[in-house]
């Protein structure tokens, strides 16, 4: 007789180290692949492992590294990705690869994620393709190969690039929410103080959006629009600037009575020179009573900046700043306004609204221009209401499919109306002028004459703004014909002239019939004489006001360039001659 065969063993369940292992290591994965991705692409195999491996080693806790050996490997993986919801960061592609070239991958690549920063992989041959490479897939940056040491070459640019992709990345959102109407200027308010300050948030139009009727809810039964909801579920209704600074934790007070330089504004000049001051060992202290970054921090794109070929926006400029001033110790201090300065020898005291008196050493007025005022019929009832003052890039979503007007013929007015060709159906450039040369640089006339649906409406004024709850209607003049046109509009961006934040320096400093401070030889009369309440026997150092020690840079200042790079210049200049007042007088 056989043996019966024997029965198996009855499956035990998994002790619970196993269990907490599987479930540990299933964790770990789904971790995993949530992270964005980094995407090499190398059809050299020794290249393609040394670049995965360097990659890994800098950014393996944050990101996935994905290789691939082929374009046609690479657009499998997109495939994927896309399936998947997951995000690409950044591509580091070759140039020289067989059957498709990087430049080419890239451009299918961006086609799919627009988002994702673009690096060439070149040897010195392939420079040219690197630069066709910028014009056609707006390439990031290109690296000569080879690119050891990598701690020197590879990681500070990617370093920079990633942390632009995720100044702007959106995953699955739990953040902040701001329900309000699609086109008033409370909205506006709230949304443009949210993104001059790097803050992500969502916006519900009331009018369309069912989920908006959720955030109401929370609210009480008289709260006003808009509304903003923060992740714990708290509401606040039609906030100020300074109450949605609190409740984000800005930092509006200063931690000390005394400060050898306080900078008062924190555009390109004031954000330069906070750069400079606080590493070379100054307290610094410097003021905004908006958001770092200016006016300039409102650019969509600024392509003339040295050392950016593929350009920048004003708010990535800012952001970077902001970031390296606070590195060497410089405290900012926003939304906070300044109302006076006065003079307490060898101090300076400056005042702030809420009462508060900060001394100081030195003082930088770095506070800008903003444009001025539109003076036509109906302007100061729709601003904020389909009428802007600058960019407004927080109004580029709403203007979808629109027609948007751009009021002025600079350079501002140029970057305005090739960011809003992104979006609107058709963008119009009004320009009293009879053409765009002698205001704007020739690469942005360039750019609106490629871009088909900008045109230019010369010797053309905006004589009359209506509509009811915000713009509908304006009237435009033709002053070589003198025909009045009135034409539908519901997004006006004006950019015209400017006009200096100087008047809380009334009898402080000299200023011109403009408002512009004078600064340096400017403050010396065609007799030689200097100013009254100039003190010392020297001369004003350039850049110096009529108040020794208080310094001005930036547009602010009678006769400067108004460019961001100057603005720029002038802020780093400015802390040399600080120095050189803190130790000559």
């Known amino acids: 007789m056989s043996a019966a065969p024997e029965s198996p063993a009855p499956r035990t369940a998994p002790t619970n180290e196993h269990a907490t292992e599987h479930a540990t290591r299933h964790a770990t994965e789904r971790a995993e692949n949530k992270k964005p991705v980094i995407l090499a692409v190398d059809d050299d195999p020794q290249v393609l492992r040394a670049v995965r491996r360097d990659l890994r080693s800098a950014y393996g806790d944050r990101y996935r590294v994905l290789g691939a050996s082929s374009a046609a490997d690479a657009l499998k993986i997109l495939d994927s990705l896309d399936e998947r919801g997951h995000d690409p960061a950044l591509f580091l592609v070759d140039q020289r690869m067989p059957d498709v070239t990087g430049v080419e991958f890239l451009l299918e690549a961006v086609s799919r994620f627009p988002d994702a920063r673009r690096v060439l992989l070149t040897a010195y041959a392939e420079t040219d393709a690197a630069i066709t490479a910028i014009n056609r897939v707006r390439l990031d940056y290109y690296l000569l190969k080879p690119w050891d040491p990598p701690h020197e070459r590879l990681f500070p640019v990617l370093d920079d690039l990633l942390s632009d992709w995720l100044a702007t990345y959106r995953p699955a959102y739990d953040g902040i929410i701001v329900a309000g109407h699609l086109v008033s200027p409370g909205t506006h308010a709230v949304r443009d103080f949210f993104t001059r300050n790097g803050q992500p948030f969502r916006f519900l139009n009331v009018e369309r959006d069912p989920e908006a009727l959720t955030v109401i809810a929370a609210a009480q039964a008289d709260a006003a629009l808009p509304l903003v909801r923060f992740p714990d579920g708290s509401v606040l209704s039609a906030p100020t600037d300074t109450e949605l600074a609190r409740r984000l934790g800005l930092a509006t007070t200063a931690s000390r009575p005394h400060y050898e330089c306080v900078i008062v504004g924190a555009g390109p000049a004031g954000l330069a020179a906070g750069v400079y001051s606080a590493s070379e060992g100054l307290s610094t202290l410097m003021l905004d009573s908006r958001a770092p970054g200016g006016q300039a921090g409102t650019s969509s794109l600024i392509e003339n900046y040295l050392g950016f070929p593929s350009g920048l926006s ?96 600079a350079n501002s007015a140029g970057q305005a109306a090739v960011h809003f060709a992104k979006y609107a159906a058709r963008v119009t450039i009004l320009v009293r002028a009879r053409s765009l040369d002698a205001s704007m640089s020739r690469y942005l006339i360039d ?125 780093a200049m400015a802390v040399s001659l600080i120095h050189r007042y803190r130790s000559m007088g």
């Open 314 to 409: 004003g708010g990535d400029l800012t952001r970077r700043a902001t970031i390296q001033a606070s590195r060497f110790g410089a405290e900012i201090l926003h939304p906070v306004e300044v109302v006076s300065l006065t003079r307490d020898d060898p101090a300076k005291i400056l005042t702030l609204a809420d009462g508060t008196e900060i001394s100081a050493e030195t003082v930088l007025l770095a506070t800008g221009v903003s444009y001025n005022r539109l003076q036509a019929p109906g302007a100061d009832r729709f601003e904020g209401a389909g009428l802007y003052y600058g960019a407004a890039t927080t109004e580029s979503s709403a203007c979808i499919s629109q027609h948007v007007f751009i009021v002025g013929g």
């Open 447 to 571: 750019e609106i004459e490629r871009t088909p649906h900008i045109e230019v409406r010369a010797h053309t004024t905006v004589v009359c703004l209506d509509g009811d709850e915000h713009l509908e209607r304006i009237t435009l003049h033709d002053s070589v014909t003198g025909e009045d046109e009135e034409i539908p509009a519901r997004f006006m961006f004006t950019f015209i002239g400017a006009r200096p934040h100087t008047d809380w320096l009334s009898n402080v400093v000299e200023r011109d019939g403009h408002g512009f401070v004078l600064t340096g030889s400017d403050l010396i009369s065609n007799g030689g004489e200097l100013p009254e309440e100039w003190s010392l026997e020297r001369a004003p150092y350039p850049l110096e006001t009529s108040v020794p020690g208080v310094f001005a840079a930036g547009d602010v200042r009678a006769h400067s360039v108004k460019r961001v790079a100057s603005g720029v210049g002038e802020g």
